[in-house]
């Protein structure tokens, strides 16, 4: 699944960036720290947007295409900052196989928004996730780490409507 990198405009401060140089600086020469560095560097600005990707690839010295790689192939990184109503939808096998896949769908349709972005005023964000653990409950959601169980896309509407202004 192609995550965003466009959908929500970057707001990095000096003090963050100042965080991050000290992060990349503990690792320099350390042999397998981009994943420390990538991970401290999520903690710092709460996502990997392109231009803090850009800073760890000047100061490492690794290839832009690496890091990128590295942060769309682990679902850990989000490239996007998290919306105040951050939905998640599990495609795990349980969940899929259930339907999971068209609930996602629905869910992005309704709202207009990609799968793996926040919308532009930082309202939603939508993402698909592992298996959540509750395979019992197959298919699952969670709304701010609420889980919806036992759906079916007509129940997208409902749920969405708690969210709405």
């Known amino acids: 699944m192609k995550k965003?990198?466009?959908?929500?405009?970057f707001h990095g401060t000096k003090e963050q960036e100042e965080k991050l140089l000290a992060v990349i600086a503990e690792y320099?020469?350390?042999?397998?720290s981009m994943m420390p560095i990538l991970q401290k560097a999520q903690d710092i600005y709460g996502y990997l947007p392109i231009e803090?990707?850009?800073?760890?690839?000047?100061?490492?010295?690794?290839?832009?295409?690496?890091?990128?790689?590295?942060?769309?192939?682990?679902?850990?990184?989000k490239l996007n900052p998290?919306?105040?109503v951050a939905i998640s939808v599990c495609l795990g096998t349980a969940c899929y196989v259930?339907?999971?896949?068209?609930?996602?769908?629905?869910?992005?349709?309704?709202?207009g928004l990609p799968v793996g972005s926040t919308t532009k005023d930082g309202k939603?964000?939508?993402?698909?996730?592992?298996?959540?653990?509750?395979?019992?409950?197959?298919?699952?959601?969670?709304?701010n780490g609420e889980v919806y169980g036992r759906l079916k896309t007509d129940?997208?509407?409902?749920?969405l409507a708690k969210y709405r202004d």
Do not use: H, M, W
């Open 28 to 32: 320099k020469g350390v042999k397998g």
């Open 98 to 111: 259930k339907g999971s896949g068209d609930i996602l769908d629905e869910i992005s349709s309704q709202l």
């Open 155 to 159: 129940d997208v509407k409902t749920i």
């Open 52 to 77: 803090v990707q850009r800073i760890i690839a000047r100061e490492t010295g690794a290839p832009i295409e690496e890091i990128y790689g590295i942060t769309t192939f682990y679902s850990q990184f």
């Open 82 to 84: 998290t919306g105040q």
């Open 4 to 9: 965003n990198l466009t959908t929500v405009e």
């Open 124 to 143: 939603y964000s939508l993402d698909a996730t592992r298996c959540i653990g509750a395979c019992g409950l197959a298919p699952v959601l969670t709304v």
